[in-house]
C-alpha cells in the first residue's frame, strides 16, 4: 500500500474563521462538515480538556464522510496532571469515554507533554507500554474504567484496527537515543512540532506515522502565518517523508486570523500529487443564511 499524506487542521470552533474561512450564515453545527468538506482530517482537541461523551462522538463521525479522519488529543488528565505515572485506569477511562464510537474516523490519538516535562526514561517506558496497539486492544483496556466517568462507558469496536498513538514532547532531552528505541519499539511518533522557536522541533522518524503540527512560525504563538517560502519548505519535508515510505499527517494550529486554513490549503495544493484529498461534499448556505447540503446526485 502506497504510504498517505494527510494535511488538515487542530479544531475546527474558532469565532475568528467565521466569514473567512466559513462563509457568512453557516450555522455553527455545520462547521465541521465544512471542514470535512475542505480537509481530510481535524484533530479533535476536545478530549484533551475534559472527558467527552460517547453521544458527542458518535456526533462527530455522523457530520463526516467515509474516509474522514479525526486525531483525538488524550487527556491532559494523563500527560500534565498525572504526567505519565501511574494511568493505567485513566488511560482506561479515556478509551471507554467513547473514543471507539468514532469506528472507522478514528485516527491516530495524541499524547501532548507540558514543555517542562523531561524524559524520564522508567516513566517513558511505563507510558508506552500501556497504550493499546488496536481498537480490540483499546477496548480491553476501557473496560477496566472505573466510576469517574460522566456517562455510560463504550467499550465495543465495530472492526479491529491498527490504533496509532504520536507523542508531541516539548524538551530536547526526548532526543536521547534510548528515548527514541522506545518510541521505535512501539511505533510511536515522536511530533515534529513547530512552535515559534518556544520549544526544539524534534524530528526524528520513530514510527511508519510521521505526525507533523505547525503552531506558528514566529511569536506570538497561534497568531502567525507561514509565508510561501516556509510552506516551500515544509512540503519539501512531507515529501521527502513520504517517499521515504512514512505515512504523513500534518495539521495547522496557528488558528488566529483563519491563518490556519488558509495554510493549510496553501500545504495542500503543494502536495496536491500526494495528499488525500477532502472525502466530503460541499456545503450549501442559500442566501437566507440557512446551510444545507446540496442534494445527492
Do not use: I
Not at 498525572?82 to 469506528?103: D, I, Q, T, W
Amino acid at each position: 500500500m502506497q504510504p498517505s499524506v494527510r494535511v488538515g487542521l487542530s479544531g475546527w470552533r474558532y469565532a475568528s474563521w467565521r466569514g473567512r474561512f466559513y462563509p457568512a450564515g453557516l450555522p455553527q453545527r455545520l462547521e465541521l462538515a465544512h471542514v470535512a468538506a475542505t480537509f481530510p482530517t481535524v484533530e479533535l482537541n476536545g478530549s484533551f480538556y475534559s472527558t467527552q461523551r460517547p453521544s458527542s462522538y458518535l456526533a462527530w463521525r455522523e457530520q463526516t464522510p467515509p474516509g474522514f479522519t479525526f486525531a483525538v488529543k488524550g487527556g491532559r488528565f494523563v500527560t500534565h496532571m498525572k504526567r505519565m505515572r501511574g494511568v493505567r485506569v485513566p488511560l482506561a477511562n479515556f478509551f471507554a469515554s467513547g473514543v471507539l464510537a468514532l469506528g472507522d474516523r478514528l485516527g491516530p490519538v495524541l499524547w501532548q507533554l507540558p514543555e517542562r516535562e523531561r524524559l524520564d526514561l522508567d516513566v517513558l517506558a511505563e507510558f508506552l507500554g500501556l497504550l493499546p496497539a488496536s481498537t480490540a486492544a483499546a477496548g480491553r483496556l476501557a473496560e477496566e474504567h472505573d466510576d469517574r466517568l460522566r456517562a455510560e462507558p463504550w467499550t465495543d469496536t465495530d472492526a479491529d484496527r491498527p490504533l496509532r498513538h504520536a507523542l508531541e514532547a516539548r524538551h530536547e532531552s526526548f532526543t536521547d537515543p534510548a528515548a527514541l528505541r522506545l518510541l521505535r519499539e512501539h511505533d510511536v511518533a515522536l511530533v515534529v512540532s513547530d512552535g515559534a522557536g518556544r520549544w526544539p522541533v524534534l524530528d526524528h522518524v520513530t514510527s511508519a506515522l510521521v505526525y507533523v503540527r505547525l503552531h506558528g512560525p514566529v511569536e506570538p504563538l497561534y497568531a502567525t502565518a507561514y509565508d510561501p517560502p516556509l510552506l516551500d519548505a515544509w512540503a519539501a519535508r512531507v515529501r521527502a517523508w513520504h517517499d521515504a515510505g512514512h505515512d504523513v499527517v500534518v495539521y495547522l494550529d496557528n488558528d488566529g486570523d483563519a491563518h490556519a486554513p488558509r495554510d493549510a490549503l496553501g500545504l495542500a495544493e503543494r502536495l496536491a500529487d500526494l495528499a488525500v484529498p477532502a472525502p466530503g461534499d460541499p456545503v450549501a448556505v442559500p442566501a437566507r443564511g440557512r446551510a444545507r447540503r446540496p442534494p445527492a446526485a
